[in-house]
């Protein structure tokens, strides 16, 4: 029986529910390249929040209830679509074939890695205190069928398990729910859920981009899965290569949009995009409050562009009406998505956010807590923190690997080209989105927020950006 | 030309990101089973402390961490990141409903800024039952209180500047090879009966502004990386410190470090050292000495490590005979020089290549069939037996029938 519950389950996440986003994606009728790309990264999202709803809704049922609670609708779906789903699936197996023998390379060494990682991530034990965190939640949300306890610091259960974190219930959600019917034996459906954020982001990069020139794709798509802080298991079931997904998803869709608008589109068509653009915001935040900060750098980038090429168009008030009201809607949409985890989160701690305002020890221990902080991560005056804590991800190739020191080589060639050109490219949109993280980041260390500084895996978020931009100036002097 | 040198140097710095970590991806074992998480913790750093925590009969434990102990054994824990723990601080009798503490050698101000240290730093109030790998066990429900205990003052002083370190080491003239630090006159390591023994390092530690001091132990000629034998963490205020340390060690000479990346005073060092009673069998040990008449008909209960030592000028072929529910890690340590030509060339290939290429551990999977291992030792070098039991199932052993050196 464990065995079918894991078959419907892989199945409805990477087939059944993937059709049925991409079906909503066509129905939408806004012209968008990488919806397949969209579809993967969003089905990974809406399990969770699927399985999450009816736990709120419908609690205390049995394993089978909620896994066929969850698949029915999109099997019932596939089944009754089988003409186009075995277009989808044929479309799937046709964006993965490569060209000549430099393409072919170049994808032959990305395979490579990709191999060595999922032997390396099978195979090593989860060790990381946050990554055994999750997963006890998520067993705990399966043993109570039930997600109101959530979140709590005082003690949730009779061994003492606290959940104080303000991120809503997405990720731990997601290894819930491939653990949902299954042993504890059954330690590979979680890690393939987990890792396939990674891989379906590698793919996208791989398979999305260049379609005449695969080069480009493979070579970012590689080093980005060469990151050493993804490849050397600190990532471990760990969040962070789901929030990455939804970054470089909303990323992509937002120069899908911008690169493929007449200009003289309707307001209904542009609402559409702004929904579904709310709709990526919506979930990334749901996965990790780092959502909130995909939001930031989406609208920032989007007005950045959109309003530089419309500059003409800068003081007409109906103009700036319509971007009000776009923003607004995708800002809802984006807030719908969340608001019972953020109602909850707000009813326990008093805020939206808190990483170490809500652990009452620290309060009560303040001075010494923030001697120990700054001083266990060596970061105590402003010029240790840029240089020492944001600066290490030019440093710590072992952690961060190539490709953030790539970046700043190629950095002036790629102002130079980018000045050269006048229309908008993927490349021009990587290299103002990393230069927008790094002034974000900077700006939050200047101002006292330490939250990169201390945790420099939220370094990463751009991680497949740079991957970009880096893998677009190579393929120019390659 | 041009074209290949920038293809070469783009495949370089690609390359400078993955190939330390390529090398250690391809897995060391094999798990008996693909989708057991089980046999892969055996092989790791958690494995000791959890066997150590499922072969005892703890119920509560206070702790730093939860994740590890939550999804690993069936403690049940007081998180010190709960709302509970504030009333605890306030409350000095709460420690009633607690069998353990768990520390970390990163340390915590819950353990050294609040009354918790008089109970954590005072053998005639805890015992220190575990030690390893950075994670120690206090049994707050034992003490040495009324137990013969031996006290020693030392001294340091700042003996080498490595790694962006200065090292004050404690002086003991028992290691003149030690070619990292420089052979050391003064204070002579106290005449030890052979066992184990729960330190504790207390010292006046005067500092110029707030900092940060690592302390670790060094023992034998063994070189290492200096990361790798840090027993403790002390975060320093400006001015004077008292700082107090614990950890579990062999009755031989041993060497204090403290690293310290600004200039400290470091005054009355006094050692207090408790010997614990019927501990072998109980206690994660390193190095002590040769054990081969202990090992073979007895039975192993807890994940250890065992020394043997080859002084002869020919190499030694050492085969045991082993069952047990677990893992044999077995390694070899070469002479100083070896040593230290392994840590200058580790600095140029990285240490995962190293790890890779020298000391490298086999493991051998042990079950219930009795199954033979057998390794060369090279002349003048040791070989680490480490018996890894696996943490799924308490009460696993290992048992030696047979171990031969010819």
Redesign the interface.
Known sequence: MQNIYILLKVFNVFLFMPFFVKKLFDKAAVKLDFTIFYSYALSICLISWLYVLLLRVIPYQSHAFYIVSTALPFVLFFIYHYKEAYGFCARLYCSLKYMDIQNKIFAYLFFL?VV??V??Y????????????Y??LS?LINSLHDVSFYPS???VD?????A?WSHPLGYPGLLAYAQLGLTD????VLKLFSLSALLMTAFGMATCLFPKDRRADFFGA??LV???LV??GQLEVHVDTTRILMFFASFLFLYDYMKNASGSDSIQYDVKAFLILGILNGYGCFMHSSGILTYVMCIGSYLFVFLFRHRAAFFDVSFLRRQVILISLSTCVMLLIISIDLYKTIKVHGRILSDLEN????S??KS??A??L???R?L?DLSTKIVSGLGRIFTD??LF???Y??YLLILPFAVKNMLAKKELSIETMSHLNVLLFFSLALTCTFIGINTFVFNPRYLLQIQPIVCLAVACQ?KR?? | ML?IL??IL?VA??F???F???V????KT??T?????LS??N????AGILCFLNGERYK?ALTL????Y??YTK????????????SL?KNQKSLENVDIVINNS?N???FY??WLKDVLYNQERSCLVYDDLGYQVFDVKKSFQGAQCTKFAFNASLSDVQDKFNIYATHVKEFPYLTTLPAANGVTFPKLDEGLYDVLLTADCDATK???IDFAVLTDGVLHNLSSIKKD?F?L?KGKNKISTRFVHSNIPFRGLFLSKDNVELSNITVKFCKIQNSFSKLFQLYPKTYTGYLVGNTITVSSSFLLENKENTAKQVTLKVSGDGVLATSLIGDGIVESMAVRLSKLLGNALMKRLENSPSYHIVDEEESEVSVQVAPHSKLILSFTLNPAHPGAQFKISSLKIS
């Not at chain 2, 961490?65 to 590890?68: A, L, N, S, T, Y």
């Open positions: 890695v060595l990682i032997l390396n099978f195979n090593m034990p989860v060790l990381g205190n946050d990554s055994l965190q997963i006890y067993k610091t005082s003690p009779l061994r003492g398990f606290i104080p034996q059954h330690d590979a590689t080093l060469a990151t050493p490849f050397g652990i009452k020890i620290y009560y221990l010494d807590y001697s120990y700054q001083l266990s060596g105590d190739i072992d690997g190539a490709g020191i790539l190579l002097i390659w | 074209r920038k293809r783009i710095f690609v400078t990101g993955i330390p970590k390529v250690n991806v391809i897995p094999f798990p089973r693909f989708t057991s998480d892969r913790i092989a790791s750093d958690l509560t961490r939860d994740g590890e939550l999804n403690l049940n824990i007081k998180f010190v990141l709960s709302d509970e723990s504030v601080i990163y915590d101000p819950f800024k609040t707030p900092q940060k963490t975060y205020e």
